[in-house]
């Protein structure tokens, strides 16, 4: 049974830095394309941020120079690193995965997601 787990979300300060992490079981982790999406209140969900099988990374244009994805594949699990933080980040963060060589791949297409952890940024 594949399970992803988000945490690290929290209350923090515009400008300030957060580091949320999705541990991922019951799949071979190397193989997957690793997603972060967000939503927030009111709005449909977003892609955030991606890292492919072969480590490519692809961010949105608004967390471009802000966020980073990673992910360590012995540990199975996908970082997203997020610094600079703004009131307009605020939303519940999702991790998702995909097994596909692909660079890029739609919301719709990730086969797996986490519960979700919510990212509060205060002005």
């Known amino acids: 049974q594949v399970r992803l787990v988000g945490s690290g979300g929290g209350l923090v300060q515009a400008g300030g830095s957060l580091r949320l992490s999705c541990a991922a079981s019951?799949?071979?982790?190397?193989?997957?394309?690793m997603g972060w999406f967000r939503q927030a209140p009111g709005k449909e969900r977003e892609f955030v941020a991606t890292?492919?099988?072969?480590?490519?990374?692809y961010y949105t244009d608004s967390v471009k120079g802000r966020f980073t994805i990673a992910k360590d594949d012995a540990k199975s699990t996908v970082y997203l690193q997020m610094s600079s933080l703004k009131p307009e980040d605020t939303a519940v963060y999702y991790c998702?995965?995909?097994?596909?060589?692909?660079?890029?791949?739609?919301?719709?297409?990730?086969?797996?997601w986490g519960q979700g952890t919510q990212v509060t940024v205060s002005s």
């Open positions: 019951g799949l071979t982790f190397s193989w997957y394309n």
């Open positions: 998702a995965a995909k097994n596909t060589i692909r660079d890029v791949i739609t919301a719709v297409e990730y086969d797996f």
């Open positions: 890292i492919s099988r072969s480590l490519n990374t």
